[in-house]
């Protein structure tokens, strides 16, 4: 039987098309965001235990560029967050860009494996998920996301708001 009060089939057809998008776009900041959180243990493991061989005038430098550097951390993971949420290419360009840099620190020669603690696996998997929200970047339906981004505008638009 035809429902006259549903909507035509195409138009019922690409807010759900855009919305799995989306949720791929939030899936891949998700682990973005997650991949954050992960280096925050090893981070207060080293504020709330520091180096006993550091001399206590020297102790507090360490500490201070810890808190500033995960200060900043958090500023640009929420930045590049919100930016990639409401299709900033910028944004996007700055999640592809760095992934070759997150899997050549994955990969780095000389990194201290055979130390391999919780604090470097967390490490790890930290580098790990941030690769994984670099390379859904590509996937073709984010990829069509941000290209449709003035799809929503449009209407407005025409209103002439």
Do not use: C, K
Request: avoid cysteine; aromatic fraction near 12%.
């Amino acid at each position: 039987m035809h429902d006259p009060y549903a909507p035509p089939p195409t138009a019922a057809a690409v807010p759900r098309e855009d919305a799995s998008r989306g949720r791929l776009v939030r899936i891949a900041i998700g682990l973005y965001v997650a991949s954050f959180l992960l280096t925050l243990p090893s981070a207060a493991a080293m504020l709330l235990a520091p180096d006993p061989e550091l001399d206590a005038q020297v102790r507090p430098y360490p500490l201070a560029s810890v808190a500033v550097t995960l200060v900043l951390m958090a500023l640009v993971t929420a930045f590049i967050s919100h930016r990639v949420l409401h299709r900033s290419r910028f944004a996007r360009g700055w999640l592809i860009g760095f992934t070759p840099v997150w899997v050549a620190f994955l990969f780095w020669p000389g990194m201290a494996w055979e130390e391999f603690g919780w604090e470097m696996t967390l490490e790890t998997a930290a580098t790990s998920v941030r690769i994984v929200a670099g390379l859904m970047m590509f996937l073709p339906g984010v990829r069509r996301w941000f290209v449709d981004r003035n799809v929503q505008a449009a209407p407005h638009a025409r209103a002439g708001h």
